[in-house]
C-alpha cells in the first residue's frame, strides 16, 4: 500500500456524519480541508453517504467505526477517531482488517485541565454549597478550604493527566501522578506505578481519574480504594463512569465516607433521571462535557494532518501521533 503512484488515492479522507459535542460536523470538514488543502476531503451526511465513500478512502475519522463499517471498507488504511477513549471501537477487528486507528488525545487536555482545576476549587471553596443557598435566597456562613498544602491525585498520566498537574502549578499543592509505566516520569511531584496506587489514596486529598477505560481500568475504583481514601477526600472523574464501581460509590458519598464527587463520567450514561447519584448534595455531575472546546475540531484536524504528513513521508500507518 506505499509508493509515490498511491499516494493521492491514500489520502483520500472520508468524514462520517456523527457529530462531537453538537459541533455541526461541516465545521470538522472544514477544519481538516483547511489543514490539509490539497487533500480530498469528502463528508458522508448519511449511512448509505457513509458506507459508500468508506468504501473509497484510504482515511475514516469520526466518533464511531462500526464492524458494518469495516464490511464495507476498501482500501480504508486509518480510522482517525474523535474520541480520545476508544474504548467503544472494534479495535481487534480493525486491527485485523489492516487498519491503524489513532486516538484525539491531546485535543483535550487544556479544556479537560480546566474543568478538573474548577471541580477542584469549587470543592475546595464549597461553591455548590454556596450555589444551593443563592438559590433559596439564603445568606448563611459558608465554611470553605484552602486548596494550598492539598494532595492532588491523578490517575492517568498522558495528556489530560500532564495538563491538570501543570494547570494545578500556581496552587501550592502536592501532586502525585499514578501511571502504568512509571518510568516514563512526568510533570508530578511524585510519579508511582499502578501497584502503589493505595499508597497514594491514603494521602489524597483530591481524586483525579484520567486514564482510559480498559479491563485494567475498569472498577478500578471500587468499595476497597474508597476505603482507603482519606473521609475528606473528594474525587474527580474525567475519566469514563466505568473506572469507578457506581454502586461502592453512591454508598461512600451517602455514608460520607468521602467528602465529594465530581462527576463529568458516569455510569450509565445518560444518567437516569431517577439515579441515585442526581440527588445527593456531595456530587456535582457535569454531562460528559469537560472534553468540549470551541477548537475540538481544529485541534483534531491537527493531529491527523501531523499523521498524513507523515505517511506522505513514510508510505506507512505505522508509529503515528496517538497510535493505538
Ligand atoms: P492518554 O492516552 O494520553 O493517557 C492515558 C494515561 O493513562 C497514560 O498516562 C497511561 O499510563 C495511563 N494509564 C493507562 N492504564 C492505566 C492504569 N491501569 N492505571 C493508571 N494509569 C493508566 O489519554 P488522555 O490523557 O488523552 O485521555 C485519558 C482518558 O480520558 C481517555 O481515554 C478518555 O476515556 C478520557 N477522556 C474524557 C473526556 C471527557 O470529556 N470527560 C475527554 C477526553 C478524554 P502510561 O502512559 O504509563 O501507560
New binding site residues.
Partial sequence: MSGAADFRHMTDIVVLRQAVHGLPIEDYAAAIRQALPDREVALARTPAEERDLVGRAAVATGLDFDEDLLDAAGDLRLFACL?????HLPLDTLHEGDVAVT???????PN?AE?VVGAIVAFSRAFPTAWRQQERREWRHVQSRELAGSTVTV?????????TVEALSGFDVHTI??????E?G?PADEVLG?DR?HDALAQTDYLVL?????E??EG?VGPAELATLPTDAVIVN???GEVVDTDALVTALQHEDIRGAQL??TDPEPLPEDHPLWGLDNVFVTP?????TPAYYERRAAILAENLRQVAETGRYENLR?QV
Fill in positions: 474520541y480520545a477513549g476508544v474504548d486516538t484525539a488525545s491531546g485535543v483535550h487536555a479537560v474543568h490517575v492517568g498520566l498522558g495528556a489530560i493527566g500532564q495538563g501522578g499514578v501511571r502504568r509505566s512509571p516514563q512526568g499502578t496506587l484520567a486514564c482510559p477505560l480498559s485494567e481500568t478500578l474525567v475519566a469514563r463529568d463520567v460528559h462535557s469537560a472534553g468540549f496517538n
